[in-house]
């Protein structure tokens, strides 16, 4: 969520005329995260966010628009988009597609405990299920083919061991066969700082931007390796049993689910390792602009990798 394409007021002003959503009062441009461009609105009836796509087509947005929507009405809290005038959700502003969307409250958790993890484990797994209607499909964008392909992207950047580690783990994930994995909708990116907390409680999911559909327990690593990590960048073990009893409590883990869990959580280490090291050698233009530590999720993958051996 930064900053890549410049609003001013006065252009914000004329756009939300297509809306019932009062007087612009103020405009703030949100600067983490990496994919879109964001900013906090604040009208005379409230606070809303508003994002222009900088990657995403206007074919590819109604998946994730529609999903907010389903997603919405089973129960989960997540930003609901709001229809103009016309009744549409996506709009179009300084040439990008946009939508704006409900304001959630609450902060997202730098330290989460085992009951925030148990909490978190029970609302991915409600968002598994109510997934199941959900019509559309998308495949995963960011599957094995784009490691793979964003591999020789970024190789002239490696040194010889990040080479020798890359290749090898992408040889491994190319091996493994999830077929006959449990699959749905995920968000693929439920990270602390896309889950707000209100009073202790879970009071929202935000940036479903890399939904799609994929292996649930690709999901569930996703969380595992950002919620359940010490700062020896390895698992803490009371997080992870609390993310998997809370997850477990309204979907339980099929045997191949549990027989796949180490090799899932190399994978989710792979990806974020290889869109953090594409984000920083290969960055695009943006006037608030963030772009996170690589070595962090290759620290987290060797650990997998070392941990998995110790167990052979």
Same mark, same amino acid.
């Given at each position: ?47 809303? @966010? +508003?994002?222009?796509?900088? /990657? %995403? ?5 109604? #998946? ?6 389903? $997603? ?122 896309? @889950? +707000?907390?209100?009073?202790? /409680? %879970? ?5 479903? #931007? ?6 649930? $327990? ?10 359940c990590m010490n700062e020896e960048k390895t698992l803490d073990t009371a997080r992870v049993y609390s993310l998997l009893k809370g997850y477990q409590q309204a979907r339980p883990l099929s045997a191949i689910e549990r027989e796949a869990w180490p090799s899932m959580l190399r994978a989710a280490a792979l990806r974020f390792w290889v869109s953090r090291m594409v984000d920083l050698y290969l960055p695009r233009s943006g006037e608030l602009t963030h772009a ?21």
């Open positions: 969520m930064s900053v890549f394409t410049r609003i001013t007021e006065n252009e914000l002003t004329l756009w939300l005329k297509q809306y019932r959503l009062g007087q612009l009062l103020n405009l703030q441009g949100i600067a983490s995260g990496i994919e879109n461009t964001n900013y906090f609105v604040i009208t005379t009836q409230g606070k809303f @966010v +508003l994002t222009l796509f900088e /990657k %995403l087509t206007r074919s590819e947005l109604p #998946y994730y628009l529609n999903l907010m929507l389903h $997603l919405s009405g089973h129960g989960i809290p997540c930003p609901m988009p709001i229809r103009n005038n016309a009744g549409q959700i996506l709009g179009e502003l300084n040439n990008k597609p946009a939508v704006i969307v409900s304001f959630l409250s609450g902060e997202s958790l730098l330290h989460p405990t085992p009951e925030h993890c148990q909490v978190m484990g029970m609302m991915l797994a409600k968002m598994h299920l109510a997934g199941r209607s959900y019509p559309q499909y998308m495949p995963n964008p960011r599957s094995l083919q784009w490691w793979q392909a964003k591999a020789l992207e970024i190789d002239p950047f490696l040194s010889g061991d990040e080479k020798v580690l890359l290749q090898s783990e992408l040889a491994f994930q190319a091996d493994q066969r999830h077929e006959n994995l449990p699959e749905g909708v995920i968000h693929a990116d439920m990270f602390r700082d896309n @889950v +707000l907390f209100f009073d202790n /409680k %879970l009071g929202g999911i935000i940036d479903f #931007y890399f939904a799609c559909n994929d292996s649930l $327990l690709y999901d569930l690593a996703i969380v595992a390796n950002d919620w996170k530590d690589p070595n962090h999720f290759k620290a987290i993958l060797q650990n997998h990798r070392e941990s998995v051996a110790e167990l052979a």
